[in-house]
C-alpha cells in the first residue's frame, strides 16, 4: 500500500522525473512520483509521429549521472530517432528499478498548500489524496498539445490526428489524401514521411520555417573523440556552455564578414549537421537584424537550391523572423518533399481556412476533401502543462491567476506564494533553450541538495521573496531585450496560443551563466529565498543578477584576459593600450561625412574631428569632449558614440582634442573646452553649422569638461548654449561618494583608476575649483538645459546624481537617467551591448530636443 503522506511527490516520469526518482532514493526521501501515460518517456512517449528525431545529437542528449551508461548504451544514430530514445529511457528504468517507483496512469488534477500544516494536499484522478512537504513538477516544457483553433475541427468525420498525441500502433496512410496543419518541428519531420505514404498530401502552412538536413547517420566522430578523451571535461563545457552543448563561441560578427565568406563559414557548420553549431556561427544573428539576415539569407539560398518550382521555394523561405528567433528545425527531405507531384503547399496567408467541415477543408475559394487531417499545430508551451494543474498555493492564490500576465518564478524553479513547489525546467530557466539532458540534470540536483541542505538544517519551507522574484523577472526580461527575439510571434513568446500572454517564457541568457546564477544563490546562503521552521527564519535577500546581462559577459571576458591595471602603467603605456583597445571595437554607424580640422584652443591649435549627418544642412551642433581620464583619449577615441549620437540627433558633433595631462594638467583642458565652444561658435557657418543652436557634450572627464565648458560660457559672456549633454561626468573630485566604494572595484573604472586621474590632472587644492569639479560651483542657475545620464554601478554614479540633484535645485530643467545595470563605459560601447542602445537613443534624442526650443 502506497504512503500517502510522503516527502515529496514528484509528477511526470520523463528524463526528469526519472532522475529524480532516483535521487530521492539515494538521499532516503519517501516520495510518490505519478505519471499520466503508461510508461516512463515523457515527451518521448507521447510524440511517437513518424519521423520523430531528437535534433540534438546522441552525444549529447543523454543521462551523465549515471557512467556504466556510457558503456551500456550504444546509439545507433547522431540523432537518435524517437522508439531508440524511447528503449533508452526503458532500459534506464530498468536499470534502477524505477518502473517500481512510478504510479503510471495517474493524472494531477489538484494541489493546495496548507499554511497551517506546511505541506501539500496533491489530488489525483485515482481519487486518492496525499499529502507532502514537497512538491516536484517535473511534466515537461512541451506536454500539453495546444487546443485547436481552427473553425470546424469537430465537424470532420474522417481520421483525426495529432502529433503530440501520436497512436502507439502507428498510422498507414497508404492510398490516403491527407491534410497536414503546421510546419514547426513536428510538421517538417512528420510530412516527408507522410508524402511516403500517401496518394495526395496538401500541407498547409502559416509560417514557413528554418531548416536544415539532419544527416541522419553515425554519431560526430570529432564529439565521440572528444568524450572518450576527456568525458569529464566534456560535461563540464557542455554545464557551462551556452545551449547545453559544448561549442566554441564565435567571435566573428557576421557584418564584419563579405557575403561569400559568411556563406562558407555557415556552409561548415551546415555539412556538420548540428542545428547549433550553424546559430552559434556569428556571434552576433541573436542580436542584430542584420546579422541575423546573412544567415537567414543563406538558409533560403539553400531552399532554393532543394525545390525546383521558384514559387514554392519562395513560400517555404522565411522573411518574417529571424533566424533562431522561432524554433529552427532539422529535416530529413522535408524541403525536397515538395518537388513530389502529389504534394501541394498551401499557403495560409492567401488562402486561410475557412472551416473544417465534415469531409474535408474549406480554404480559399476552395473545398478539399480529405481522409486524413494531421494537427501539428505545437503545445501549450512552457505553463500549460503546469498552470492546467489547479495549483494553489498560500491564501488561495492559483498558479494560473498569478501567472494570468506571464509566469512569475525565481530562477525558473520556484514561486512566492508558493513554498515548497518546484518546477523542473520552469519558465525562466534556460529549458527550451538548451539540451534538456544538461537543463534537467542541473534543476534535479539542485532541488535534491534543497532538500537535503532543508533536512540537515531543520527547514520546513523554501520560499522566494518578493524582491528576488521581481529581480530575476527584470533580468530575464533584460537578456530577452537584448536579442531580436522578441519580434517574432513564436511559442517562446507564447504568441501560438490565444489569449496567452506574450514575454518570453525561457530564459535566454545561457546555461553556463543560468547554472553560475543558481551555484551563487546557494554558496550566497540561498541568497533571495526564505527557508523557515516555525519561528526559525533565515532570509538573504537580495538579487542574484542586477548588472545588464551584455555587460556581465564583457566584465566575464575581460577578466580572462587578466589585463594589468591601468593606474600601474605610465600615462603613454596607457595611452598605446587605449588606442589598441579602441581598434578591436565595431565602427559604429555610418553618417553623411567625417571630416578632420584644428580649430584655435586655449593655447595653440587642437585638432578635431566633425561628424555630419546625412541629411541637407545647415545643422545644429554639438562640441564634444571624450573620456579617458583628462589623461588619454583623442577626437577620434569616441568615434562610434560621436557617430551614433551624430545619425541618431541628426546634430553635426565636433570632437575636440583637448589637451592632456600630465603634461598640460589643470586648467588646460577645461580652458581649450571654453576655447573651443567660442571657436565653433564662430565658425560655426563656415562648418555646415547653426551658430545659434550649439550644445556641449561630452563622457566621463570628457562630461566634466562639458559641464566646466557650460559653467564658463555662462560666466565669461558666452556663447549661449542651448543645452549640455552629460554622461556619466566627473563632478566632484572629493570622490567621498558611496558609489566609489560601492562600485570602486569590479567594472572597469576602479577607485584607484579614478585616483590616478585626478592625480594627473589636479592636486588635491586645485580639485575644489568648480573648473575641476563643476558640483561645487557658487551657484548653477542659469545653466542650459541638461540631460545627464548616470550609470549603477560607476564609481561617478553619485557625483552625477549630486550634479543632477544640484542643477534642478538650481533651476535648471535637467533630464536625469540612471542606466540600470550599466558601468562607466558600457553606454558607450555601440554594437557591442545593445542594452545601452536605448540610453544612447534618449540621449540622441534630448541633443534634438536642446535645438527645438
Ligand atoms: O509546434 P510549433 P511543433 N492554423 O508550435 C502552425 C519541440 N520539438 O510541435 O508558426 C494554421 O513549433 C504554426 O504556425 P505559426 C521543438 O522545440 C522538438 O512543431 O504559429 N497553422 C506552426 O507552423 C519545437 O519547436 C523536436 O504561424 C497553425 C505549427 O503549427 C516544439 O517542440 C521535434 C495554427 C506549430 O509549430 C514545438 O514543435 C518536434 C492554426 N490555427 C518538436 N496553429 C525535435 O527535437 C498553429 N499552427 C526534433
Known amino acids: 500500500m502506497a504512503q500517502s503522506d ?39 512517449y507521447w510524440n511517437r509521429y513518424p519521423g520523430a528525431r531528437c535534433d540534438v545529437s546522441t552525444t549529447d542528449y543523454q543521462y551523465t549521472w549515471d557512467p556504466e551508461l556510457h558503456e551500456q548504451w550504444q546509439w545507433s544514430e547522431k540523432h537518435a530517432a524517437q522508439p531508440e530514445i524511447l528503449r533508452y529511457a526503458q532500459f534506464v528504468a530498468k536499470k534502477h528499478d524505477l518502473y517500481s517507483g512510478i504510479e503510471f496512469n495517474t493524472r494531477v488534477n489538484g494541489a493546495q498548500w496548507n499554511e497551517k500544516t506546511k505541506r501539500w494536499s496533491i489530488h489525483t484522478s485515482t481519487g486518492e489524496t496525499i499529502t507532502c512537504q514537497h512538491y516536484v513538477m517535473a511534466t515537461g516544457c512541451l506536454s500539453v498539445p495546444k487546443e485547436p483553433d481552427i473553425a470546424g475541427t469537430e465537424k470532420f ?26 510546419t514547426g518541428s513536428s510538421g517538417i519531420q512528420s510530412i516527408p514521411h507522410i508524402a511516403d505514404q500517401a496518394k495526395e498530401l496538401v500541407v498547409f502552412q502559416r509560417t514557413p520555417n528554418f531548416s536544415m538536413p539532419a544527416f541522419n547517420g553515425p554519431a560526430p566522430q570529432y564529439r565521440v573523440e572528444r568524450l572518450k578523451a576527456d568525458r569529464a571535461t566534456y560535461e563540464r563545457e557542455a554545464r557551462y556552455s551556452g545551449t547545453g552543448v559544448p561549442l566554441e563561441d564565435s567571435t566573428v560578427s557576421a557584418l564584419s564578414v563579405t557575403q561569400e565568406e559568411a556563406f562558407a563559414m555557415l556552409e561548415e557548420a551546415w555539412q556538420k549537421g548540428e542545428l547549433l553549431s550553424l546559430g552559434n556561427t556569428f556571434m552576433d544573428s541573436a542580436i542584430n537584424r542584420k546579422a541575423n539576415d546573412v544567415v537567414a539569407e543563406f538558409m533560403r539560398m539553400k531552399v532554393r537550391s532543394v525545390v525546383k518550382d521558384p514559387e514554392v521555394a519562395e513560400l517555404l523561405s522565411p522573411y518574417k523572423h529571424g533566424y533562431g528567433t522561432k524554433r529552427p528545425c532539422m529535416d530529413t527531405g522535408y524541403f525536397e518533399t515538395f518537388n513530389k507531384p502529389h504534394v501541394r503547399l498551401v499557403d495560409l496567408n492567401t488562402q486561410p481556412i475557412r472551416s473544417i467541415t465534415e469531409t474535408g477543408i474549406d480554404f480559399g475559394n476552395e473545398s478539399k476533401e480529405f481522409d486524413a487531417i494531421v494537427y501539428a499545430t505545437g503545445f501549450d508551451a512552457m505553463t500549460g502543462a ?46 527550451v533553450l538548451s539540451n534538456m539532458m544538461v537543463s534537467i540534470e542541473q534543476h534535479v540536483d539542485w532541488i535534491r541538495d534543497t532538500l537535503v541542505h532543508m533536512r540537515e538544517k531543520g527547514f520546513d519551507t523554501i520560499e522566494p521573496t518578493p524582491l528576488a522574484e521581481e529581480g530575476w523577472r527584470v533580468h530575464c526580461t533584460d537578456c530577452a531585450d537584448i536579442t531580436i ?55 538573504n535577500d537580495g538579487l542574484v543578477r542586477e548588472v545588464q546581462p551584455d555587460v556581465d559577459m564583457v566584465l566575464d571576458f575581460i577578466s580572462t584576459l587578466n589585463l594589468p591595471a591601468m593606474e600601474t602603467m605610465s600615462p603613454a603605456e596607457a595611452r598605446a ?19 578632420d580640422g584644428v580649430l584655435q584652443g586655449a593655447d595653440g591649435n587642437l585638432e578635431y574631428r566633425l561628424y555630419r549627418p546625412a541629411t541637407p544642412g545647415p545643422h545644429p551642433i554639438a562640441v564634444y569632449f571624450h573620456g579617458g581620464g583628462w589623461v588619454f583619449g583623442s577626437h577620434t577615441s569616441d568615434d562610434p ?87 556619466c561626468p566627473v563632478t566632484d573630485g572629493s570622490q567621498q561618494h558611496a558609489s566609489h566604494r560601492e562600485n570602486g572595484e569590479r567594472f572597469i573604472l576602479t577607485k584607484s583608476l579614478m585616483e590616478w586621474f585626478w592625480n594627473h590632472y589636479a592636486t588635491p587644492e586645485q580639485r575644489k575649483n568648480p573648473q575641476a569639479s563643476p558640483l561645487l560651483a557658487a551657484s548653477l542657475a542659469g545653466l542650459p538645459p541638461t540631460m545627464l545620464v548616470t550609470c549603477q554601478f560607476d564609481p561617478l554614479r553619485d557625483e552625477g546624481n549630486a550634479y543632477a540633484r544640484a542643477l534642478m535645485q538650481a533651476g535648471v530643467q535637467v533630464e536625469h537617467v540612471e542606466a540600470r545595470g550599466h558601468i562607466h563605459t558600457s553606454i558607450t560601447m555601440v554594437d557591442m551591448l545593445p542594452s545601452g542602445a536605448p540610453h544612447r537613443r534618449a540621449m540622441a534624442q534630448a541633443l534634438r530636443g536642446f535645438f527645438q526650443k
Not at 21 to 43: I, M, Q, W
Not at 401 to 415: A, F, M, V
Not at 670 to 688: Q, S, T, Y
Not at 710 to 722: F, I, V
Request: neutral net charge; proline residues 6%; charged residues 20%.
Open 6 to 44: 510522503v516527502d515529496v511527490v514528484v509528477v511526470g516520469a520523463g528524463f526528469a522525473g526519472m532522475y529524480l526518482l532516483h535521487e530521492l532514493r539515494k538521499t532516503g526521501f519517501s516520495y510518490r512520483v505519478l505519471e499520466a501515460g503508461d510508461d516512463v518517456g515523457g515527451t518521448w
Open 157 to 182: 468525420t474522417g481520421n483525426v490526428y495529432v502529433t503530440g498525441r501520436w497512436p502507439h500502433e502507428g498510422v498507414d496512410f497508404t492510398g490516403k489524401r491527407v491534410a497536414v496543419i503546421g
Open 386 to 431: 503546469i498552470v492546467n494543474v489547479d495549483i494553489a498555493g498560500k491564501d488561495g492564490v492559483t498558479l494560473k491567476d498569478k501567472w494570468e500576465n506571464g509566469p512569475l518564478t525565481y530562477l525558473g524553479l520556484t514561486s512566492v506564494g508558493f513554498p515548497n513547489l518546484y518546477m523542473i525546467t520552469g519558465p525562466g530557466s534556460p529549458s
Open 485 to 539: 527575439f522578441q519580434e517574432a510571434n513564436s511559442w517562446y513568446m507564447g504568441a501560438n496560443v490565444p489569449g496567452k500572454p506574450r514575454v518570453m517564457f525561457p530564459y535566454i541568457g545561457g546555461v553556463g551563466r543560468y547554472r553560475m546564477a543558481c551555484e551563487e544563490v546557494v554558496a550566497k546562503g540561498y541568497l533571495g529565498f526564505e527557508l523557515a521552521s516555525g519561528d526559525k527564519k533565515q532570509c
Open 577 to 595: 593600450f587605449s588606442e589598441a583597445s579602441s581598434a578591436m571595437r565595431p565602427s559604429g554607424p555610418e553618417v553623411g561625412e567625417i571630416t
Open 641 to 727: 558614440l560621436c557617430r551614433d549620437l551624430c545619425a541618431q540627433s541628426n546634430t553635426l558633433i565636433v570632437s575636440v582634442n583637448y589637451r592632456h595631462a600630465p603634461e598640460v594638467p589643470f586648467p588646460a583642458a577645461a580652458e581649450d573646452g571654453f576655447a573651443a565652444v567660442k571657436w565653433v561658435h564662430a565658425n560655426a557657418a563656415a562648418l555646415g553649422g547653426i551658430p545659434e543652436k550649439i550644445a556641449v557634450a561630452g563622457w566621463s572627464a570628457g562630461g566634466n569638461v562639458a559641464a566646466v565648458t557650460a559653467q564658463m560660457t555662462r560666466d565669461k559672456g558666452g556663447p549661449q548654449l542651448s543645452g549640455q549633454l552629460l554622461l
